[in-house]
């Protein structure tokens, strides 16, 4: 499952009926924070909501921003987090009036992250969490020519959510725990959430917390069971003993194309014993990336072959291998070197033509279209 996608809006139930849950929620399990996601318009309505949440025994609130369906033709949602300074003055109202730990849910239907993240710090918000759900369409029905969910013979954009996010996700996250006005915020991470290790990534990229929906949807509420044993045993292995100990760990490894290392080299190594010969590696490499692989004519199991002056360690054979750990890639360079693209920059050592020898690449073995042909079926 790569993902949902949905058409939802907020709850269609009363008001009463939600803080009556919240109460009845917080009187059997005293000990569990209960946080109340809220999304209103005008300034009357968020000062009474609150009181009304607070009253009913909710630990924290938290402040939907995020929703690129429905609510944002209202002027709520993703309307308000595509609008940082009207962000920081609904989050300046919540503050004023607010009792309880208040935090900010940003939208990911934005081209710059760091915007709103910094609009939620100045208007003085307690913690942001993100990403919510991406603006999306899903498919057509190919019957009623409808976007999918079709509704009636109409559809619309909706909110996606679920795995495929969690790229996404990550990489905003970064985005705002990197940033020196928000780094000492606590953020939440939520986005494609649904293992033990995606919870290890969100940690080690800056988060305090993680939010879980689409897999408890997926897989039950059992799922979280799963993802706490498996956080557990990570911090036994690795001797942590809170996950502050790892907090942001990675973010010191996050750093600019520039800065990469041009001298580190990999390449592809394909275990022969493990090998089934279905070739995706082959047709992959040859059709889509650097015609580095080959199948020997003498090979009659069809076990592929890394031609190693040709390979760039792009890693897309190990992607679609079927067989775990068959493909590997294995490094070349001994690490003594070390040269990135902005340190040839600064020395005026850039290709200045795209026939410049300084660009590399000109010595790839490409075959000519009449030798490629040959082996047309």
């Known amino acids: 499952m790569a993902g949902f996608n949905n058409i939802e809006l907020i709850t269609d139930r009363p008001l009463a009926d939600n803080l009556r ?16 996601s809220l999304m209103v318009e005008t300034k009357e309505e968020w000062i009474q909501i609150i009181k009304d949440v607070e009253n009913a025994g909710a630990d924290g609130i938290e402040l939907n921003f995020g929703c690129p369906h429905g609510m944002c033709e209202r002027g709520m949602g993703s309307a308000v987090g595509q609008e940082p300074a009207v962000l920081q003055t609904i989050v300046e109202w919540v503050m004023e009036a607010a009792n309880i730990p208040v935090i900010t849910k940003l939208t990911p239907n934005i081209s710059h992250i760091v915007d709103p993240g910094l609009a939620a710090v100045r208007g003085g918000t307690d913690a942001i969490s993100l990403i919510n759900t991406i603006k999306s369409i899903v498919g057509i029905d190919l019957d009623t020519y409808a976007p999918y969910p079709v509704v009636d013979g109409k559809g619309t954009n909706g909110g996606y959510c679920g795995p495929a996010v969690k790229p996404i996700a990550l990489e905003m996250l970064k985005e705002l725990t990197k940033h020196p006005e928000i780094q000492n915020i606590p953020v939440s991470g939520i986005g494609g959430i649904e293992t033990w290790r995606d919870v290890v990534e969100f940690i080690l990229l800056g988060a305090g917390s993680v939010q879980v929906c689409t897999a408890v949807m997926h ?14 045993q990570f911090m036994i292995e690795k001797g942590y003993e809170t996950i502050y100990d790892f907090k942001g760990k990675a973010l010191p490894n996050v750093t600019q194309w520039k800065h990469l290392n041009l001298k580190h080299k990999v390449v592809a190594s394909i275990d022969a014993d493990k090998c089934i010969g279905c070739d995706l590696c082959y047709i992959a490499c040859d059709d889509g990336a650097h015609q580095a692989i080959r199948i020997p004519e003498e090979n009659s199991n069809r076990i592929p072959e890394i031609i190693e002056e040709n390979c760039v360690g792009c890693n897309l054979c190990s992607l679609v291998c079927p067989v775990e750990e068959c493909i590997t890639m294995e490094q070349r360079d001994d690490g003594k070197e070390h040269l990135t693209w902005d340190e040839k920059s600064k020395a005026n050592e850039i290709p200045t033509s795209f026939n410049d020898d300084r660009a590399g690449g000109k010595h790839h073995f490409v075959p000519t279209v009449a030798d490629a042909l040959k082996h047309r079926k």
């Open 219 to 232: 897989y039950g509420f059992g799922i979280v069971r799963e993802m706490k044993a498996g956080l557990e």
């Open 21 to 36: 849950e919240i109460e009845e929620v917080k009187k059997y399990f005293p000990d569990h924070a209960v946080i109340a």
